[in-house]
């Protein structure tokens, strides 16, 4: 059997989902967490940030490049509070590269009645911030994460009413409140992350970083030494760009495109290689983050036509390759963070600030050990030399 018909053979029988059954649990989980987000309207105090009613789905089951066989689903929750101003790294050099931290503004105080740490009366600033010296007040993203948890473990009996026949627990999932759901023998996980939008409503004479708009803060601290209280930290993400990077490729590459394809054999490997190696570095020390940053970065430099449906083979070996040299650099680049070829090329802007492009370069691997990459490139390597007997060995 040919090296093409090995890669569909694997795509059809142990990567894909068929679209009716990804659609249908992913339905399914947006009806659930809807409904807990409801719920916790219940639990909320005054005073409290304001929790969104509508969830934003992320990641690869929103992508369309969900692998088998695990059905998982990520939102974010979008929360409103008090913002005084938003500080990324191109402003402080303390902030640590894809991350920001968040001035809050005056809060009053509120009447709470129980013993409970969530429930004495504080002030704002004591139940969801950490005090910065030279900052003033920061907002936690440790607090409003374990508040959310508070909330969210509350739902519980009331998922199990409104949805009888399915059984739910929570478990931790740094940094979203990961909810593990059984329907039809099915065990589904649903990852809720609590997460900030920077909004134009703020008033930009306080706030210089209002030009960061259609982005999210998500409740995930830095766990780096930094010259800030760590849970001042909160991510960067651009997951909603990302998703639409995804609607744009579709867009503008053939109808018959073979880039979804070639991103899931590739996560496909990934994932279960510790199946042929149990020490992989290339499942164990690779994020599945970095490949689809592959794939962002070498569609923008690619013309249409070299993703059409007759190239998965040399499109897959090129993101290996793509892999390879980068792990070799210790650099993967992050696809907007600092990336200046958005200034030459618009079409992939997607909504995201042209400030962020200014940005100094932002590198994935900055925290990824050189053992790490270096075992992980000389797996690569391995599996690129014996493309045709690796795949083999996954059909089995």
Known sequence: MSTPQLLEDLYTRKVTFSDSELLRYREFAEQ????????????????????GREPIGTGSSFE????????????????????????FCDTDPHVPSRFGIVKTGSQQKFQLQSKSTWKKD???????????????????????????????????????????????RFQQHDPARNLLVTKD???????????I?????????????????NTFLVAKQCSSEINLPNEATWRLSFSTSERDFFKEMKRVLPSNSCHLKCLQILKYLRENDSKLRPSSHFTHGLRSYYLKTALFHLVMKSSPQAWAA???????????????????EDRIPHIFLGNKRHLENPQWHLGVPVKFFHHTEANL?????????????????????NLDEILRQHLK
């Open 32 to 51: 659930v967490v809807r409904t807990l987000l409801q719920e916790v309207q219940i639990h909320r105090r005054d005073g409290d940030p304001a929790i």
């Open 64 to 87: 369309g490049v969900k692998v088998k066989p695990e059905l998982e689903f990520d939102f974010m929750v979008p929360i409103q509070t008090n913002v005084q101003q938003i500080v």
């Open 122 to 168: 504080e002030y704002f600033e004591i139940k969801f911030c950490t005090d910065a010296r030279g900052y003033g007040f920061l907002l936690s993203a440790d607090k409003i994460r374990k508040w959310f948890q508070s909330l969210s473990d509350r739902t519980l009996s009331a998922l199990e009413k409104r949805f009888p026949g399915s059984t739910f």
């Open 185 to 195: 023998g099915k065990e589904l996980n649903i990852d809720i992350v609590p997460a």
């Open 197 to 213: 939008k920077n909004k134009k409503e703020l008033n930009i004479d306080i706030v210089p970083a209002i030009a960061y708009e």
């Open 310 to 328: 007759g190239c998965l083979e040399q499109r897959l070996r090129e993101m290996i390759e793509y892999l390879i040299d980068r792990l070799g």
């Open 365 to 385: 691997l900055e925290y990824v050990s050189k053992t790490t990459m270096e075992q992980a490139r000389l797996r690569l390597i391995e599996i690129s030399n």
